[in-house]
């Protein structure tokens, strides 16, 4: 829905709700990962000089998806609010976490902590609330078996990628960066 601009009056505010650019719309998209928007750190540090890195619980980064919580999106005109609602849920489920703001002057990386559960994490409570769609998905449990990771800073350009894979027979998880590949501990 395209939010109407403040100086109007009441009644051009009443008129200007029944256009269709102004009324609230609904399409379907088709996924191949969900977006899930970091809070922004805290803009003043704690008194004590050490550096707190913000932690947040990825069931609070999930309410974006929950049909009712709006998201504002600016374009260089129209503000746009917009709801996400899930009708489906696929067998392998990527989940993108958005760590890079760009603002008006650089890029800059949001380090706040997701705390995600390694395995079963339901994702049940974002399908939308009806029945046939809720039959149609028995499986809403989802393991953790993959995850990459962004050393570094964006705007140094000087950053690095790793990845931690569980390794199914096993059940052991490695890190690989390069041709360097490690046991680590799941965390």
Known sequence: ????????????????????????SQSDSPFIYLTMDIPAPPLFKAEIEENIIPQVPLAALCTKFDGVTTKEYKTYKDI?????????????LIVFLKRFIKNNFFVEKNNTIVNFPIKDVDFSSLLIDEPAVRAAHSGTVYDLIA???????????????????????TGKWFEMQDLHVQEVLPQ
């Open 1 to 24: 829905q395209k939010v109407l601009p403040i100086e109007l009056t009441e009644a051009q505010k009443r008129i200007m709700i029944e256009t269709p650019e102004y009324r609230e």
């Open 80 to 92: 746009i609010v917009k709801k996400f609602r899930l009708t489906r849920l696929p067998q392998y």
């Open 147 to 169: 995850h990459i990771v962004h050393d570094g800073e964006h705007a140094t350009k000087k950053g690095s990628y790793r990845c931690h894979v569980l390794h199914k027979g």
